[in-house]
């Protein structure tokens, strides 16, 4: 620890830290702009200027850049300092040389980082007069809006884009006093992280094109904290609502999760919530003719639910309180979970290793720090993206130390250890079985066959002294490719092993299993990623029920009556030939979901469930974190939580199980209490009788304004507000004002802090927890001490077989994901559907790029586009999967040509 004074005034403080995070961490209002705590330090602004002393003798000092300072012990600064002020007042006059006078019209306003700088710093006269240098504005795709005459030139963007992200398709572009930050000609930004240059971006330069297509004035809008719904990491998002419909996501900080950024699929893929494919009235078959009542609804239902004739399927994408309710409602021994038998296999897998093993699985920043990484089947820009921005950072991660050590720069020297570093990454190996968007930072890759891949990670496991069998018959490559991935990770202090769902493989789940127990017993502080498909995969799983093809049979064999089917589209699951015989057979099908689907189509009585933006609930991520997303909104007419509309058929047809369940506190207690790996979910955040000083906590910010002609074109005299009793929140901008409990912060905003930059203000430390720790708590630990259960399987080499191809899976950001495909910004960056071949394979079924290739799988025909690519291995396919027009599920599977 050091002790440095500030005007006066000494703090103890951590060394190594630069001046400028030192003096925001203290509660010192000190401006910046091209810093970021994610980015480090360039000193490209001068805008964070302060005094230095050499001692308390030194009464005229010099002038510094707080950001480019390191913490040392006895530094005396001043931040008051007159000169000081002036000088930032003066760089304030510089940079805003040439910005527009368009604050009432920019999509920043009212939220905007120089706007608070500018205030902070007490410019507020321009001396220049003349031209504005301006810019032509560039077309960047459908999420972000470019207006290139707002740039003060912080280079947060480039820097976010380029060195954190590894985006190669924009840059800074410079002539004499003309610096242009965009792409080399005008077209879609290819990152899968483009969107967070919105935030990232201190002015309005970059700016959400969905927002700015809905509303602008951000604080015109009602906020809730949430989760993403788009994979299974579990990033924390804040919902943005105006006149009944969202309008925005945008990230909410959470230490141990996402950190300050989204993926583009979870901030722009809301707008299914607003989609004009909404379920939004109550309907029964041969009823279709007038709008149905609730009650009446329920009131059909009664005598339609006999016990033991029916049958509850649940859904990955469904809260765990949604699936609770169902489960208890048809009873433990009728309830199915909603997932396709390959999906159900993994997720099982999953749970049987994050349980039984000895290796933590570790948070997305804690997998930032790891020092060598292994990825086994799984392409993570498409299927975890989060988690991939987290692998570019821990292959920094020795180069960055070697760096260090070399110069003596600290890490916050952002350009200086990057410019040390060069295009050094640490071991990094990818086994996938096509390239991947992470190959080019990889020390190796390798693309075969699931179980190729395998193999070759059971070889790493033996290598690193699993006791398993060595692998026969391995190539030379492999062998070789085994032996550098064994000494790497041996080599390493943190190793990190991720495989998942990504191959539709069980294997390489395994010996990514092993590979991490064998690393731990050699004394590595190793740790195992597995990813999962949905929101709730890993809830939905560790509820635990039947399989769905037991549904099916029982319906089939006329055991069953109706089927109450819980936010899901049994099409997503089954192959569609057993769909259909399924609801063929069913009597009753009562559907509780937001969008028409397939599904929906064959369901006799409609449920209209509220999506994430109208419902509370818990969802639990990958690594086991149960965490709490609550409504923004409230369900517009009939529409309501899908555990709410059970609550109501248990109490329609007198359930003793959900007698006394009558609010969101009562389900999460009595699903708290229903096994012990859910023990203290009911805590995840405050109960609904919480307050602080009297009072809620207010989803509005205070300068929320237009409630009162809001509906006008309705009815003239303000509605009153509606009620939530259920949680702590309300539908006001009334209530408590100062900070809630991190999980229930519905927006950060501080006096004089208007933008997202705010977020230091409720921080332990800049870029640590939040004041009164991380939300969510994690279910899962590893066993302590506990002997590795390790697997002994190894699968065959893969051979082609004559006649036919292996259909393996392939993901896609923009269009595998079920509800995001239903934005129109997401729909526009989703690619046709096509199947994928050897260019060998291709000649030898007479077929070239975009022809016609016709399979048979499971006895059913199916027609595809064809694309080729040589690295993907001979005799397989590749299958996008959840694209619209792909219907083969339960990937792998052989397709007869």
């Given at each position: 620890?050091?002790?440095?004074?500030?005007?006066?005034?000494?703090?103890?403080?951590?060394?190594?830290?630069?001046?400028?995070?030192?003096?925001l961490?203290l509660?010192?209002?000190?401006?910046?702009?091209?810093?970021?705590?994610?980015?480090?330090?360039?000193?490209?602004?001068?805008?964070?200027?302060?005094?230095?002393?050499?001692?308390?003798?030194?009464?005229?000092?010099?002038?510094?850049?707080?950001?480019?300072?390191?913490?040392?012990?006895?530094?005396?600064?001043?931040?008051?300092?007159?000169?000081?002020?002036?000088?930032?007042?003066?760089?304030?006059?510089?940079?805003?040389?040439?910005?527009?006078?368009?604050?009432?019209?920019c999509?920043?306003?009212?939220?905007?980082?120089?706007?608070?700088?500018?205030?902070?710093?007490?410019?507020?006269?321009?001396n220049?007069?003349?031209?504005?240098?301006?810019?032509?504005?560039?077309?960047?795709?459908?999420?972000?809006?470019?207006?290139?005459?707002?740039?003060?030139?912080?280079?947060?963007?480039?820097?976010?884009?380029?060195?954190?992200?590894?985006?190669?398709?924009?840059?800074?572009?410079?002539?004499?006093?003309?610096?242009?930050?965009?792409?080399?000609?005008?077209?879609?930004?290819?990152?899968?992280?483009?969107?967070?240059?919105?935030?990232?971006?201190?002015t309005?330069?970059?700016?959400?094109?969905?927002?700015?297509?809905?509303?602008?004035?951000?604080w015109?809008?009602?906020?809730?904290?949430?989760?993403?719904?788009?994979?299974?990491?579990?990033?924390?998002?804040?919902?943005?609502?105006?006149?009944?419909?969202?309008?925005?996501?945008?990230?909410?900080?959470?230490?141990?999760?996402?950190?300050?950024?989204?993926?583009?699929?979870?901030?722009?893929g809301?707008?299914?919530?607003?989609?004009?494919?909404?379920?939004?009235?109550?309907?029964?078959?041969?009823?279709?003719?007038?709008?149905?009542?609730?009650?009446?609804?329920?009131?059909?239902?009664?005598?339609?639910?006999?016990?033991?004739?029916?049958?509850g399927?649940?859904?990955?994408?469904?809260?765990?309180?949604?699936?609770?309710?169902?489960?208890?409602?048809?009873?433990?021994?009728?309830?199915?979970?909603?997932?396709?038998?390959?999906e159900?296999?993994?997720?099982?897998?999953?749970?049987?290793?994050?349980?039984?093993?000895?290796?933590?699985?570790?948070?997305?920043?804690?997998?930032?720090?790891?020092?060598?990484?292994?990825?086994?089947?799984?392409?993570?820009?498409?299927?975890?993206?989060?988690?991939?921005?987290?692998?570019?950072?821990?292959?920094?991660?020795?180069?960055?130390?070697?760096?260090?050590?070399?110069?003596?720069?600290?890490?916050?020297?952002?350009?200086?250890?990057?410019?040390?570093?060069?295009?050094?990454?640490?071991?990094?190996?990818?086994?996938?079985?096509?390239?991947?968007?992470?190959?080019?930072?990889?020390?190796?890759?390798?693309?075969?066959?699931?179980?190729?891949?395998?193999?070759?990670?059971?070889?790493?496991?033996?290598?690193?002294?699993?006791?398993?069998?060595?692998?026969?018959d391995?190539?030379?490559?492999?062998?070789?490719?085994?032996?550098?991935?064994?000494?790497?990770?041996?080599?390493?202090?943190?190793?990190?092993?991720?495989?998942?769902?990504?191959?539709?493989?069980?294997?390489?789940?395994?010996?990514?299993?092993?590979?991490?127990?064998?690393?731990?017993?050699?004394?590595?502080?190793?740790?195992?990623?597995?990813?999962?498909?949905?929101?709730?995969?890993?809830?939905?799983?560790?509820?635990?029920?039947?399989?769905?093809?037991?549904?099916?049979?029982?319906?089939?064999?006329?055991?069953?009556?109706?089927?109450?089917?819980?936010?899901?589209?049994?099409?997503?699951?089954?192959?569609?030939?057993?769909?259909?015989?399924?609801?063929?057979?069913?009597?009753?099908?009562?559907?509780?979901?937001?969008?028409?689907?397939?599904?929906?189509?064959?369901?006799?009585?409609?449920?209209?469930?509220?999506?994430?933006?109208?419902?509370?609930?818990?969802?639990?991520?990958?690594e086991?974190?149960?965490?709490?997303?609550?409504?923004?909104?409230?369900?517009?007419?009939?529409?309501q939580e899908?555990?709410?509309?059970?609550?109501?058929?248990?109490?329609?047809?007198?359930?003793?199980?959900?007698?006394?369940?009558?609010?969101?506190?009562?389900?999460?207690?009595?699903?708290?209490?229903?096994?012990?790996?859910?023990?203290?979910?009911?805590?995840?955040?405050?109960p609904?009788?919480?307050?602080?000083?009297?009072?809620?906590?207010?989803?509005?910010?205070?300068?929320?304004?237009?409630?009162?002609?809001?509906?006008?074109?309705?009815?003239?005299?303000?509605?009153?507000?509606?009620?939530?009793?259920?949680?702590?929140?309300?539908?006001?901008?009334?209530g408590?004002?100062?900070?809630?409990?991190?999980?229930?912060?519905p927006?950060?905003?501080?006096?004089?802090?208007?933008?997202?930059?705010?977020?230091?203000?409720?921080?332990?430390?800049?870029?640590?927890?939040?004041?009164?720790?991380?939300?969510?708590?994690?279910?899962?630990?590893?066993?302590?001490?506990?002997?590795?259960?390790?697997?002994?399987?190894?699968?065959?080499?893969?051979?082609?077989?004559?006649?036919?191809?292996?259909?393996?899976?392939?993901?896609?950001?923009?269009?595998?994901?079920?509800?995001?495909?239903?934005?129109?910004?997401?729909?526009?960056?989703?690619?046709?559907?096509?199947?994928?071949?050897?260019?060998?394979?291709?000649?030898?079924?007479?077929?070239?790029?975009?022809?016609?290739?016709?399979?048979?799988?499971?006895?059913?025909?199916?027609?595809?586009?064809?694309k080729?690519?040589?690295?993907?291995?001979?005799?397989?396919?590749?299958?996008?999967?959840?694209?619209?027009?792909?219907?083969?599920?339960?990937?792998?599977?052989?397709?007869?040509?």
């Amino acid at each position: 620890m050091a002790i440095i004074h500030i005007d006066g005034k000494s703090y103890e403080v951590k060394e190594g830290k630069n001046l400028l995070e030192t003096c925001l961490s203290l509660g010192l209002d000190l401006p910046y702009f091209c810093w970021h705590p994610a980015l480090g330090s360039v000193g490209a602004c001068r805008q964070c200027a302060v005094k230095s002393f050499k001692d308390e003798k030194d009464t005229k000092g010099k002038l510094i850049m707080s950001c480019m300072e390191p913490v040392k012990d006895q530094l005396r600064i001043s931040v008051s300092d007159k000169e000081a002020a002036a000088f930032r007042e003066q760089v304030i006059g510089w940079l805003m040389t040439n910005h527009p006078h368009d604050c009432a019209v920019c999509d920043e306003g009212g939220s905007c980082h120089l706007q608070d700088m500018t205030v902070m710093t007490g410019h507020s006269y321009r001396n220049y007069h003349f031209s504005k240098r301006t810019y032509k504005n560039q077309y960047l795709g459908p999420f972000l809006n470019h207006e290139m005459n707002r740039c003060i030139q912080c280079y947060r963007c480039v820097r976010f884009y380029k060195d954190f992200a590894g985006g190669k398709d924009l840059d800074v572009f410079a002539a004499h006093n003309h610096v242009y930050f965009g792409r080399y000609k005008e077209g879609t930004l290819e990152s899968e992280f483009s969107g967070n240059l919105a935030e990232v971006c201190p002015t309005g330069v970059f700016t959400d094109k969905t927002l700015k297509q809905h509303y602008t004035r951000k604080w015109d809008m009602t906020y809730a904290p949430s989760i993403c719904q788009g994979c299974g990491l579990g990033c924390n998002i804040i919902a943005g609502e105006r006149y009944g419909s969202l309008r925005q996501i945008s990230s909410r900080y959470n230490g141990a999760v996402n950190g300050y950024f989204l993926c583009d699929r979870g901030r722009y893929g809301y707008e299914f919530v607003n989609s004009e494919r909404r379920i939004r009235e109550v309907a029964i078959r041969g009823l279709m003719d007038h709008a149905i009542d609730p009650g009446a609804a329920l009131q059909y239902l009664q005598d339609k639910l006999p016990p033991g004739r029916t049958i509850g399927i649940g859904s990955p994408r469904a809260s765990l309180e949604s699936n609770f309710v169902l489960q208890q409602l048809v009873g433990e021994d009728n309830f199915y979970l909603g997932m396709s038998d390959a999906e159900h296999d993994l997720a099982t897998l999953a749970l049987k290793i994050l349980k039984n093993g000895p290796v933590r699985t570790p948070s997305m920043q804690e997998a930032a720090t790891a020092d060598a990484v292994l990825i086994l089947g799984e392409d993570l820009l498409n299927t975890a993206p989060m988690m991939a921005l987290s692998v570019r950072q821990a292959v920094r991660k020795q180069p960055l130390q070697d760096a260090m050590n070399t110069t003596h720069v600290p890490a916050w020297q952002d350009a200086a250890v990057r410019e040390a570093m060069q295009d050094k990454h640490g071991p990094f190996y990818i086994l996938h079985i096509q390239p991947t968007g992470l190959d080019e930072i990889a020390t190796r890759t390798y693309h075969t066959a699931p179980d190729n891949i395998t193999r070759i990670g059971f070889a790493v496991s033996q290598l690193l002294g699993a006791p398993v069998a060595a692998v026969k018959d391995l190539s030379e490559e492999e062998q070789q490719l085994a032996q550098a991935i064994a000494d790497a990770l041996l080599a390493a202090e943190r190793p990190l092993i991720i495989a998942g769902y990504g191959c539709g493989c069980e294997g390489t789940m395994r010996e990514a299993a092993n590979i991490s127990w064998a690393l731990q017993q050699k004394g590595k502080a190793a740790m195992l990623v597995l990813t999962t498909p949905e929101c709730n995969s890993l809830g939905l799983e560790m509820l635990g029920s039947h399989r769905l093809e037991t549904a099916v049979n029982a319906v089939l064999d006329g055991d069953i009556d109706t089927v109450i089917i819980l936010e899901n589209d049994l099409y997503r699951r089954l192959d569609r030939h057993i769909a259909d015989q399924f609801f063929q057979h069913c009597k009753e099908v009562v559907l509780l979901d937001h969008l028409y689907n397939a599904t929906a189509e064959k369901a006799t009585v409609l449920l209209p469930a509220g999506t994430f933006a109208e419902s509370d609930g818990t969802l639990v991520n990958n690594e086991g974190r149960a965490q709490r997303f609550f409504q923004v909104f409230a369900g517009s007419g009939v529409v309501q939580e899908s555990w709410r509309w059970l609550l109501q058929l248990g109490a329609a047809t007198n359930n003793a199980r959900l007698k006394n369940l009558v609010y969101l506190d009562d389900v999460t207690q009595a699903l708290a209490r229903s096994a012990a790996i859910f023990a203290g979910i009911d805590h995840l955040t405050p109960p609904a009788d919480f307050r602080i000083a009297g009072q809620k906590i207010p989803r509005e910010p205070h300068r929320y304004s237009g409630r009162t002609a809001m509906l006008a074109n309705v009815n003239v005299s303000e509605p009153k507000p509606p009620e939530d009793a259920d949680t702590a929140l309300s539908f006001t901008m009334e209530g408590y004002r100062g900070e809630p409990p991190s999980s229930m912060i519905p927006f950060f905003w501080w006096p004089g802090w208007n933008s997202v930059q705010s977020i230091n203000k409720f921080q332990t430390e800049v870029g640590c927890s939040l004041h009164d720790g991380d939300s969510g708590k994690r279910l899962i630990e590893p066993k302590a001490n506990g002997q590795a259960p390790y697997f002994s399987y190894s699968p065959d080499n893969f051979v082609p077989l004559a006649g036919h191809l292996m259909l393996v899976p392939l993901y896609h950001i923009f269009g595998s994901e079920e509800l995001s495909v239903h934005t129109p910004a997401v729909a526009e960056r989703m690619p046709a559907p096509y199947i994928l071949l050897n260019p060998e394979d291709a000649q030898r079924y007479q077929v070239v790029e975009s022809h016609q290739l016709q399979l048979s799988v499971n006895g059913h025909p199916y027609t595809f586009t064809v694309k080729t690519d040589a690295r993907l291995h001979k005799g397989m396919a590749g299958i996008p999967v959840g694209l619209p027009g792909i219907d083969v599920v339960g990937v792998p599977v052989l397709a007869k040509l």
